[in-house]
């Protein structure tokens, strides 16, 4: 049979693909690859710090004479801007790695890895399920990464104090409980509270509240249609089954924690932040994100806490919290494209993952990564709470903070119901992600 160069060409072009496919899985491992002679570049921009991710790589680029990764820290609040600035001048990395909300914010930029090369049920069966955020129509936007979920920190001499075994599970415990931690001065102001809530100045990660809320309710906030690939607002439509609008019920809760009218009421926009009352023992709960560990034991070495998964409904299938997914996706532009490709590989491994996992002591999206035994307690909290962490597509995030902040004010100011903030925000949610 005569062999020609397209035959050639075509049997290169399927074991490319098959070898593509293997690495993705990770049933190829990688590094120690020889040296072709000639050597690639390939830049990545990510959210990660460099003195995490830079040791990794070099011993990467040391194993793997042909493919030199070079890894630049951008910060999360500029990356959208400091990349659109890049693609202007020419000078854009090759691979990005960042927060869903930056990489939903400029996903036009971003190649989908279609599902002939890595399929739907290969991508479920490897990432958890609030990883499928990042699934089009077409196929992966985004390889999943690291998730931040949403936490309950606690201060155990003041549930002793107060004969609890454990903290309560589930929100109707919560309230059940604030009677005995809620204490005033004479004057009437709270010097001690249960838990902050219901304002947006002094709240810290009220966005982060108000989603896990409304993801309790079943509402997925900003939803992917599959048949246009476009977006969305889902926050005021009633779940099936359910009577008036779950999501208005959700916000007039969390409102009703800084309404002196009500007996929930623990919280004044008078109050230090969330986060500084906790620290100082002056509030039994902090809800915050697994990431503020590091933090809360540095500024208060001598606090006795501890953390455990969100509060819940009493009617929950299954237990739901908010975690914000980072992700790595190609630049469409790349110039270089097949290097890169290779690149996105060695990133998506088991090997930099579980490294990347384990030194900022933030749970993989990858399901066989959480099977690991934890050590550190506080971490084997967080590996469970991924399970259980969704994430929407936030396409916008500053323009949405405003979307949240303004619900609050509506109501707490008596401009509007719960239900008129929830439809009034409905409609600004849908102008940002049309």
Do not use: C
């Not at 009677?179 to 001690?192: A, E, M, V």
């Not at 050590?375 to 323009?399: E, R």
């Amino acid at each position: 049979m005569k062999f020609s160069f397209q035959t050639f060409l075509i049997g290169f072009f399927i074991l490319a693909f098959i070898g593509a496919v293997l690495v993705f899985a990770g049933i190829i491992k990688v590094g120690n690859s020889g040296s072709s002679g000639t050597v690639s570049s390939v830049r990545v921009w990510g959210i990660y710090p460099q003195s995490v991710v830079n040791p990794y790589l070099d011993k990467l680029n040391i194993q793997n004479k042909d493919l030199a990764i070079s890894y630049e820290q951008k910060s999360k609040s500029s990356f959208k801007s400091d990349l659109i600035n890049a693609l202007a001048n020419g000078n854009s990395p090759d691979i990005v790695l960042a927060d869903a909300g930056n990489l939903f914010s400029f996903r036009d930029k971003l190649y989908t890895i279609g599902f002939d090369t890595y399929s739907e049920r290969l991508f479920r069966d490897s990432f958890i399920d609030g990883a499928s955020l990042f699934l089009n129509k077409d196929g992966v936007m985004a390889l999943p990464m690291l998730v931040d979920p949403v936490v309950l920190y606690y201060n155990k001499d003041l549930l002793a104090g107060k004969n609890f075994v454990v903290p309560p599970k589930s929100w109707s415990s919560l309230v059940d409980s604030l009677p005995l931690f809620n204490k005033k001065d004479s004057k009437g102001i709270l010097t001690q509270t249960t838990i902050g809530l219901g304002e947006f100045s002094n709240v810290n990660h009220y966005k982060d509240i108000l989603s896990t809320l409304f993801l309790q309710t079943g509402s997925p906030i900003v939803a992917l249609d599959i048949n246009n690939n476009s977006f969305s607002q889902k926050l005021n439509i009633a779940s099936e089954g359910s009577e008036g609008l779950p999501t208005a019920e959700a916000l007039d809760f969390y409102l009703s924690f800084s309404n002196q009218a009500t007996d929930r009421f623990s919280w004044t926009r008078n109050l230090p932040n969330t986060l500084d009352m906790f620290l100082s023992g002056k509030s039994v709960f902090y809800i915050g994100r697994a990431s503020e560990l590091f933090d809360i034991q540095a500024r208060n070495p001598n606090l006795n806490f501890d953390v455990t998964s969100i509060f819940q409904s009493d009617q929950a299938v299954r237990p739901i919290t908010f975690g914000e997914f980072s992700g790595m996706s190609i630049i469409k532009s790349s110039p270089n494209f097949t290097a890169s490709y290779t690149a996105l590989g060695y990133l998506n491994s088991k090997e930099f993952l579980e490294y990347l996992s384990s030194t900022m002591a933030l749970p993989s999206a990858k399901r066989d990564l959480l099977l690991v035994n934890q050590k550190n307690p506080y971490v084997d909290v967080f590996f469970k709470s991924t399970l259980s962490a969704f994430g929407w597509p936030d396409i916008d995030p500053v323009a949405t903070e405003g979307v949240f902040r303004d619900m609050i004010r509506s109501v707490n100011s008596g401009a509007n119901t719960p239900i008129q903030a929830i439809y009034e925000a409905s409609r600004n949610l849908q102008s940002i992600v049309r």
